[in-house]
T-cell receptor, first 114, second 114 residues
Framework: AQSVTQPDIHITVSEGASLELRCNYS??????LFWYVQSPGQGLQLLLK??????LVQGIKGFEAEFKRSQSSFNLRKPSVHWSDAAEYFC????????????FGPGTSLSVIP | NAGVTQTPKFRILKIGQSMTLQCAQD?????MYWYRQDPGMGLKLIYY???????DKGEVPNGYNVSRSTTEDFPLRLELAAPSQTSVYFC?????????????FGEGSRLTVL
């Protein structure tokens, strides 16, 4: 069955430090991949997406992610974290079955130390 | 521009009661989705719809029902509420999510079943 895993439940980084959030997926074909962010009490906002082509994709708020087919991974990175980046981050896979649907991973909670 | 509107934002139910969570979008999107979010579990897809009159089950449909009589509205019905249905529910919409990559989310409805 298709699945999305995010090995880190919670990560704490210092402001200004670099960040990498891990995501692995299980899916037979090349998937559609997304990263979403959820600020406290809010809905989800799309950070970036990968469909095909260049495996390094740029998103909003200075985030980027790299698709590695050999590792079935789509890790999210940011060179320098800001306090406002504290939020819940979700990796997701888009599935092209009878109808299009998006399956989410369990999420990684990011805390930022001033 | 309202986007995706969910009502109510908060609700407390007693075991065995029924209720409907309302979702409306004004973006003329064909696809609409209902997710539930539980701590450490990410978002689980309950039901989705690809257009008026067409719905399908997601990952966790038991205990829920949906209908889609218009493009704009996608209500979620809970029959015989159970404590396991205590969760935050998110409605989302999209037009061709696997090409655009973006789900538009409502602000969520927090349901407690006691």
């Amino acid at each position: 069955a298709q699945s999305v895993t995010q090995p880190d439940i919670h990560i704490t980084v210092s402001e200004g430090a670099s960040l990498e959030l891990r995501c692995n997926y299980s899916y037979g074909a090349t998937p559609y991949l997304f990263w979403y962010v959820q600020s406290p009490g809010q809905g989800l906002q799309l950070l970036l997406k990968y469909f095909s082509g260049d495996t390094l994709v740029q998103g909003i708020k200075g985030f980027e992610a790299e698709f590695k087919r050999s590792q079935s991974s789509f890790n999210l990175r940011k060179p320098s974290v800001h306090w406002s980046d504290a939020a819940e981050y979700f990796c997701a896979v888009g599935l092209k079955t009878s109808y299009d649907k998006v399956i989410f991973g369990p999420g990684t909670s990011l805390s930022v130390i001033p | 521009n309202a986007g995706v509107t969910q009502t109510p934002k908060f609700r407390i139910l007693k075991i065995g009661q029924s209720m409907t969570l309302q979702c409306a979008q004004d973006m003329n999107h064909n696809y609409m989705y209902w997710y539930r979010q539980d701590p450490g579990m990410g978002l689980k897809l309950i039901y989705y719809s690809v257009g008026a009159g067409i719905t399908d089950k997601g990952e966790v449909p038991n205990g829920y029902n949906v209908s889609r009589s218009t493009t704009e509205d996608f209500p979620l019905r809970l029959e015989l509420a159970a404590p396991s249905q205590t969760s935050v529910y998110f409605c989302a919409s999209s037009n061709d999510v696997l090409n655009t990559g973006e789900l538009f989310f409502g602000e969520g409805s927090r349901l407690t079943v006691l």
